[in-house]
């Protein structure tokens, strides 16, 4: 049973209670960072990839995974780092996830999953960067998936088959989602949910909204599925929904996503003619 806190914001004085989310260890049993009580939450002013992430053991199989680190929006604004047990407050997790070796299929634009040197399948040369081409999927070179294990790895799956469709510039987003990671790219804000708990109305609605304010598309991936309202939910809005596999091919569930899966990203001239960024 995942544990709650208390956590007050400091800014505003608001008081909340924070539900640590479970992940899948690579065993099948759920994990989650122990909650300190005790502390108080900091403030997360400024963003780096290291301090996103903690290092949690299984308590089943001992495995140190990587998981996103426990945060909580405050109506006002404010962005909580909810402390845990053994890490310091604000501070990298106590025994840092380490930054894994160059993946050759990485996305060259997410941090810790860059790529030198990458060939296309199909045996071409492309422009660093530019591991897809926007179009259908018979002009594009077979989708190289990775396989997931943690966390990080269905957030590194979703950022390389966003290329592979023909996104650019693929970043973490500015604005961290309610659940999951968020990243975006030139035109497109996407949501990464690598829980235990299928994605609710909610995560497509403020994905949605979100990306309504930026002038941009977007998507949603979630390790666990979507519930029937979720789905009903993107349907109506037209967002295209992912289940990410643990081999880490992302499998469309609606209509846009299968029409997304197919044509890939759209042209820039094209969103040029649509009045999109």
Excluded at 138 to 165: C, E, K, M, N, S
Excluded at 195 to 213: F, G, K, N, Q, Y
Excluded at 218 to 231: E, K, N, P, Q, Y
Excluded at 254 to 273: I, Q, S
């Amino acid at each position: 049973m995942p544990e709650s806190v208390p956590v007050r914001c400091p800014v505003c004085r608001r008081a909340h209670v924070y539900t640590a989310p479970a992940y899948p260890c690579a065993c099948g049993t759920p994990a989650a960072p122990r909650l300190d009580p005790a502390a108080e939450p900091a403030v997360a002013a400024h963003r780096a990839w290291e301090e996103e992430w903690l290092t949690v053991p299984c308590a089943a199989c001992g495995r140190h995974n990587h998981w996103p680190r426990p945060e909580l929006g405050c109506p006002c604004g404010t962005v909580l780092r909810v402390p845990v047990t053994g890490a310091p407050a604000g501070g990298t997790a106590a025994g840092p996830a380490p930054a894994p070796a160059a993946d050759p299929q990485a996305p060259a634009d997410v941090p810790h999953a860059r790529a030198a040197g990458h060939r296309p399948a199909d045996g071409g040369s492309r422009e660093h960067g530019d591991a897809g081409a926007p179009g259908p999927a018979g002009h594009r070179p077979p989708f190289q998936p990775r396989t997931i294990r943690t966390a990080r790895d269905a957030v590194t799956a979703a950022a390389l088959y966003l290329r592979w469709l023909g996104y650019q510039g693929i970043r973490r987003a500015d604005q961290r989602p309610p659940n999951g990671v968020g990243l975006a790219a030139r035109g497109l804000l996407a949501q990464v949910d690598p829980s235990v708990r299928p994605a609710a109305p909610r995560d497509v609605e403020c994905l949605w909204l979100t990306a309504m304010a930026e002038s941009a598309r977007c998507v949603h991936f979630s390790l666990a599925g979507h519930t029937r309202a979720a789905r009903a939910g993107a349907d109506a809005l037209g967002i295209p929904l992912f289940v990410l596999d643990l081999a880490g091919v992302p499998q469309p569930v609606n209509d846009p996503a299968e029409t997304l899966h197919v044509m890939g990203a759209p042209l820039p001239e094209r969103r040029a003619r649509d009045g999109r960024a």
